[in-house]
């Protein structure tokens, strides 16, 4: 979902991430609280003085954000589930969550967290603005006060919202997941829903780029893309981890691979191999012993002159940890090792022997037949309380 997020700080042993793109929203509320909001809360305020109050606002609405995911990560730690990080974007904040839950009534205390948080920090605040306006303190910290109590309440009732994977969302599937058993299905409809909710929000910013306030359109329609991204991505990734759940690299690899042994020049590895049987990732083998892989990628960097006289031991990349796996390791594991590595394909290794060649596209392959087949169910584990 994110780019490259920045660690910020740890709480309560969560990492805080920001991302890039945070800056835009924190740029955005700055400059339209000084200009706006705080000079009409607060009669004389000055430049200076409500640039400063904007800011506070914006580091509140920062800790806001951080307070409400830090709701849904305690309780999610509670159920046992791991908490990669919270990270802060240009849309709000999200928890990141290693697994799904495993019952509806734990997803549903997880996404009702963090609405719950938002509104007893909003009633807090209000209750603090009501006690500073009877003891006749500054109009500013009113001011502040009274914006950190709205944003809270707007950032509990949007979140409730019942578009996936907002936590509105989360729960209309949960209450699916309970009544069907089935997580897939119940995440299926729950996308539909959402994509309903997305496709408003940019016919609403599109209807509003006509409109006066024309330019508050185009953030309606960039949070509908959004929302439609991410419940699609989220659907997609629960399809993927549900189709190989208890599944193996030894169940899913390629056995038997073609392959090169080091003296073979790239002229015969291309010709022989790469062209003659359509691969594009070669082991290189002496012997018995696995020394490594030879790929297209290096070929590109070797001109086609001296392919004749180039040999594969001369560009292999060796075996090692970073680009091998080992038979028992789960497809699940493996997935996520792409996803986080950027590396597509693997050597499968038995003490310094070939045993086979893994790569995405068998990972994809594999759910594709079992999607086709109807095979993928999300009922593993239990919808019903726990």
């Known amino acids: ?93 999200v928890a990141e969550l290693d697994e799904e839950p495993a019952s509806a009534r734990s997803e549903v205390l997880i996404a009702l967290a963090g609405p719950v948080a938002s509104l007893v920090l909003a009633a807090l605040l209000w209750v603090a603005m009501q006690m500073d306006r009877a003891a006749d303190l500054s109009p500013a910290l009113r001011a502040l006060l009274g914006y950190l109590a709205g944003i809270n309440l707007v950032l509990a009732v949007f979140n409730l919202l019942p578009a996936f994977p907002m936590d509105g969302g989360r729960v209309l599937r949960a209450t699916l997941w309970a009544r069907s058993g089935d997580l897939v299905e119940a995440t299926r409809i729950a996308v539909r829903v959402a994509a309903m909710f997305a496709y408003a929000l940019v016919a609403l910013g599109i209807l509003s780029l006509f409109s006066p306030a024309g330019a508050g359109g185009f953030w309606f329609a960039l949070i509908g893309i959004y929302l439609l991204l991410a419940a699609q991505t989220t659907y997609a990734q629960l399809m993927m981890h549900t189709a190989l759940k208890g599944r193996t690299v030894r169940d899913l ?134």
Do not use: C
Request: charged share 15%; no cysteine; hydrophobic share 50%.
């Open 1 to 93: 979902m994110f780019g490259n997020p920045v660690r910020a700080f740890e709480i309560l042993g969560f990492q805080v991430k920001v991302d890039a793109s945070w800056l835009i929203i924190a740029a955005l509320l700055v400059w339209t609280l000084s200009s706006g909001y705080f000079p009409q809360e607060v009669a004389g305020l000055g430049q200076a003085d409500a640039v400063v109050l904007s800011v506070a606002a914006m580091l509140g609405f920062f800790a806001s954000l951080i307070l409400h995911e830090l709701a849904h990560s305690l309780v999610a730690r509670r159920f046992g589930l791991r908490v990669g990080s919270i990270t802060l974007f240009i849309f709000g904040g």
């Open 253 to 386: 690899m390629t056995r038997a691979p073609v392959t090169t042994p080091p003296e073979a020049t790239l002229a015969d590895v291309v010709d022989n191999v790469m062209l003659a049987h359509a691969r594009s990732f070669v082991p290189v083998v002496e012997g018995d012993h696995l020394l490594g892989y030879v790929d297209s990628g290096m070929l590109t960097t070797i001109t086609r002159e001296n392919w004749a006289d180039t040999h594969a031991a001369d560009i292999f990349e060796p075996l090692s940890p970073d680009n091998s796996v080992q038979q028992d390791v789960t497809a699940d594991a493996l997935l996520d090792r792409i996803a986080r590595t950027g590396r597509r394909k693997f050597l499968v290794a038995d003490q310094g022997q070939l045993v086979g060649v893994i790569s995405l596209t068998d990972l994809v392959s594999s759910i594709g037949v079992m999607a086709a087949l109807g095979g993928i169910r999300g009922n593993q584990g239990t919808a019903r309380d726990r």
